[in-house]
């Protein structure tokens, strides 16, 4: 497990990527593994703490990030230009450890950001893995080339129907011939994933948020009542085993 | 050779900075980024008789350089915590202070006493929580505060530490010394309140939460200056610290020592660095102890 550290690293790019979703790149050879995330600050005091983010993709001379705007702390985020200085706590959380040969990984909304790098480096790790990746929009789907490079079939829907199959991606997916499939995305979406795969006796794991304040393990912030008692998402998750999760609060 | 250490009671720590109950664990996380050791101790999660599973998620809220918790006391409970926690606590070499809550003064008895028999070096009486559903907060109450420290000091002969909340009038200060405390810990969080909009229910399930970090500091000096006239024993001042600066200003209040809770999460390194820092101050000042600043505010004041 690689060690966790506070760094600064200075920003490569910052692209927007489609409407109030954003693409921050900085510099620096980072570790870690598919499904952990770091904790960002650009700012001093206001807001408080830093903001958690998913691992999208990581090279030997960069780490980058996909997020979404929604309050002022991935505003002043969406906002860093080149060059600019950035703080980093990580890498944190469990990140996906299985691998098998057929893999299925499900993303809703933000939840895609993780998937990117979870396809890239388990392709690496194992050339015989087959990965596809479902993808779930609101609007009109993005970076579709991208993950098209890193995973064998790439399944995409959009709420709005614009540029991809209209609906929800929990419509298209089915897990039947994959031996286990990875979820990242909204709890309605997890809940219904665990649901379907449950049903068909293959193993989910699933990504899940919390409000996080430390980020380390150390404040109880993030905690959620599971079937193995109390865990904390930023260390004993943020992945778990779907039939751990109770996903009706 | 300036002398950095501090005595409270019978007690002497390193230096004056103190890792703040509910904001660092165990100590074990934060020990990846530096010797926790280095600290003059280290207050443990608030512990209760039985193990608890605190309050439903959402726990935590953002506010203007602050921040709003209700974690509602998750804690594996006295016994699980002596035997699984309390071990490496003193392998790492800390000052281990154990914060202890309970629902009545019968309860903090029962607790006190089994932790009196462990290896821990000091007890933190919590009666300022303000995150347990039905529960009025004890240590706002002179006669209540009262009780309870009666009740844990008959039991205990370790030192004995009182956290109350930034409510608590001055009488309940000194209420809690005569019964017998060591020290004076304030303050624990403030009473808050968020609401969500869209919904327009509370953000918590608690309804209240806890308020701390930057956004408390001036008020939470202001209690530790007034406690600090009221009292003869030691207080320890607490609230939204985030550098050595603001330490100085506390001890200039008149706290002995100080404890940094929130500000661990805006930076894991605060700690320590605060403790590097206030080794630079003194030796810039030339000081010889902390005795010569601390309550420098005080003099020639009206209080
Ligand atoms: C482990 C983890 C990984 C994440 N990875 C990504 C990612 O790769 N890309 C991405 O866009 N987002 C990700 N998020 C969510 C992201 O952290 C939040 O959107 C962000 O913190 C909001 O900050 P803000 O200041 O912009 O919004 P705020 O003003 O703080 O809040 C705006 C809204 O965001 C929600 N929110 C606030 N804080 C959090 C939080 N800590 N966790 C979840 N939701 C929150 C609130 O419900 C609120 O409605 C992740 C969250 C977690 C816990
Ligand atoms: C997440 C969190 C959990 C806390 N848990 C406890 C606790 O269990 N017992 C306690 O006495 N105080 C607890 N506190 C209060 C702190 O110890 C401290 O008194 C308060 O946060 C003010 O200091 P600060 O502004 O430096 O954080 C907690 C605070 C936070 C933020
Ligand atoms: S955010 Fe502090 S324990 Fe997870």
Same mark, same amino acid.
């Given at each position: 497990?690689?060690?966790?550290?506070?760094?600064?690293?200075?920003?490569?790019?910052?692209?927007?990527?489609? @409407?109030?979703?954003?693409?921050?790149?900085?510099?620096?050879?980072?570790?870690?593994?598919?499904?952990?995330?770091?904790?960002?600050?650009?700012?001093?005091?206001? @807001?408080?703490?830093?903001?958690?983010?998913?691992?999208?993709?990581?090279?030997?001379?960069?780490?980058?990030?996909?997020?979404?705007?929604?309050?002022?702390?991935?505003?002043?985020?969406?906002?860093?230009?080149?060059?600019?200085?950035?703080?980093?706590?990580?890498?944190?959380?469990?990140?996906?450890?299985?691998? +098998?040969?057929?893999?299925?990984?499900?993303?809703?909304?933000?939840?895609?950001?993780?998937?990117?790098?979870?396809?890239?480096?388990?392709?690496?790790? +194992?050339?015989?893995?087959?990965?596809?990746?479902?993808?779930?929009?609101?609007?009109? @789907?993005?970076?579709?080339?991208?993950?098209?490079?890193?995973?064998?079939?790439?399944?995409?829907?959009?709420?709005?129907?614009?540029?991809?199959?209209?609906?929800?991606?929990?419509?298209?997916?089915?897990?039947?011939?994959?031996?286990?499939?990875?979820?990242?995305?909204?709890?309605?979406?997890?809940?219904?994933?665990?649901?379907?795969?449950?049903?068909?006796?293959?193993?989910?794991?699933?990504?899940?948020?919390?409000?996080?304040?430390?980020?380390?393990?150390?404040?109880?912030?993030?905690?959620?009542?599971?079937?193995?008692?109390?865990?904390?998402?930023?260390? +004993?998750? @943020?992945?778990?085993?779907?039939?751990?999760?109770?996903?009706?609060? | 050779?300036?002398?950095?250490?501090?005595?409270?009671?019978?007690?002497?720590?390193?230096?004056?900075?103190?890792?703040?109950?509910?904001?660092?664990?165990?100590?074990?996380?934060?020990?990846?980024?530096?010797?926790?050791? $280095?600290?003059?101790?280290?207050?443990?999660?608030?512990?209760? $008789?039985?193990? $608890?599973?605190?309050?439903?998620?959402?726990?935590?809220?953002?506010?203007?350089?602050?921040?709003?918790?209700?974690?509602?006391?998750?804690?594996?409970?006295?016994?699980?915590?002596?035997?699984?926690?309390?071990?490496? #606590?003193?392998? #790492?070499?800390?000052?281990?202070?154990?914060?202890?809550?309970?629902?009545?003064?019968?309860?903090?008895?029962?607790? %006190?006493?089994?932790?009196?028999?462990?290896? %821990?070096?000091?007890?933190?009486?919590?009666?300022?929580?303000?995150?347990?559903?039905?529960?009025?907060?004890?240590?706002?109450?002179?006669?209540?505060?009262?009780?309870?420290?009666?009740?844990?000091?008959?039991?205990?002969?370790?030192?004995?530490?009182?956290?109350?909340?930034?409510?608590?009038?001055?009488?309940?200060?000194?209420?809690?010394?005569?019964?017998?405390?060591?020290? =004076?810990?304030?303050?624990?969080?403030?009473?808050?309140?968020?609401?969500?909009?869209?919904?327009?229910?509370? =953000?918590?399930?608690?309804?209240?939460?806890?308020?701390?970090?930057?956004?408390?500091?001036?008020?939470?000096?202001?209690?530790?200056?007034?406690?600090?006239?009221?009292?003869?024993?030691?207080? =320890?001042?607490?609230?939204?610290?985030?550098?050595?600066?603001?330490? %100085?200003?506390?001890?200039?209040?008149?706290? /002995?020592?100080?404890?940094?809770?929130?500000?661990?999460?805006?930076?894991?390194?605060?700690?320590?660095?605060?403790?590097?820092?206030?080794?630079?101050? #003194?030796?810039?000042? $030339?000081? /010889?102890?902390?005795?010569?600043?601390?309550?420098?505010? /005080?003099?020639?004041?009206?209080?």
């Amino acid at each position: 497990m690689a060690e966790i550290a506070v760094r600064t690293a200075s920003v490569l790019h910052n692209k927007h990527i489609a @409407p109030n979703v954003f693409r921050l790149e900085v510099e620096g050879s980072f570790r870690a593994k598919p499904g952990q995330f770091y904790m960002l600050r650009s700012w001093r005091h206001d @807001p408080l703490l830093f903001r958690p983010m998913s691992v999208f993709d990581r090279t030997e001379e960069s780490l980058s990030f996909l997020c979404a705007t929604r309050g002022r702390g991935t505003d002043l985020l969406s906002r860093l230009s080149a060059g600019d200085g950035l703080t980093l706590l990580g890498p944190l959380g469990n990140g996906w450890e299985r691998i +098998d040969e057929r893999i299925a990984l499900i993303g809703g909304g933000t939840g895609i950001a993780p998937l990117y790098y979870t396809a890239k480096y388990f392709a690496a790790k +194992d050339r015989s893995a087959a990965i596809d990746i479902y993808l779930g929009f609101r609007g009109r @789907p993005f970076l579709q080339e991208e993950f098209a490079q890193v995973a064998q079939r790439v399944y995409r829907s959009s709420e709005s129907g614009e540029g991809g199959e209209e609906g929800l991606i929990t419509e298209i997916f089915n897990p039947s011939g994959y031996d286990t499939c990875y979820a990242c995305g909204p709890p309605a979406m997890l809940a219904a994933l665990s649901k379907v795969c449950q049903g068909a006796g293959i193993p989910l794991f699933v990504s899940l948020e919390e409000r996080i304040a430390c980020g380390i393990g150390a404040c109880l912030g993030c905690a959620v009542r599971t079937r193995k008692g109390m865990k904390r998402v930023c260390k +004993d998750g @943020p992945v778990f085993r779907a039939e751990e999760v109770f996903f009706d609060g | 050779m300036a002398d950095r250490s501090i005595r409270i009671g019978g007690l002497t720590l390193k230096n004056p900075i103190i890792a703040a109950s509910g904001c660092f664990g165990f100590g074990e996380e934060y020990n990846e980024f530096y010797d926790v050791a $280095r600290l003059g101790g280290v207050c443990t999660k608030g512990l209760t $008789r039985r193990p $608890r599973e605190g309050n439903p998620p959402p726990r935590v809220f953002e506010t203007p350089c602050g921040l709003l918790n209700s974690i509602g006391l998750q804690n594996p409970g006295v016994d699980a915590f002596i035997r699984e926690e309390l071990p490496m #606590m003193k392998e #790492m070499g800390l000052v281990v202070i154990a914060n202890v809550w309970a629902e009545c003064a019968e309860e903090y008895g029962e607790a %006190v006493e089994i932790l009196s028999r462990s290896a %821990v070096d000091v007890i933190e009486i919590n009666i300022s929580c303000p995150n347990v559903p039905g529960q009025v907060i004890v240590g706002a109450q002179a006669q209540q505060a009262a009780e309870v420290v009666r009740r844990c000091r008959s039991l205990c002969d370790k030192p004995l530490w009182v956290k109350l909340p930034p409510t608590a009038q001055i009488d309940a200060a000194q209420a809690v010394e005569e019964q017998g405390a060591d020290a =004076i810990c304030a303050v624990n969080t403030f009473r808050g309140l968020a609401i969500d909009i869209e919904t327009g229910r509370p =953000i918590f399930a608690n309804t209240f939460a806890g308020l701390s970090g930057p956004a408390i500091r001036p008020l939470a000096l202001q209690v530790v200056y007034q406690l600090a006239a009221a009292v003869e024993i030691p207080v =320890i001042g607490i609230g939204g610290i985030t550098s050595w600066q603001d330490a %100085v200003e506390f001890i200039m209040a008149g706290a /002995h020592a100080v404890q940094i809770g929130t500000a661990n999460f805006i930076d894991p390194l605060a700690s320590m660095k605060i403790v590097e820092g206030l080794q630079q101050f #003194m030796e810039d000042r $030339r000081l /010889h102890s902390w005795e010569e600043i601390r309550g420098c505010a /005080h003099e020639g004041s009206p209080l």
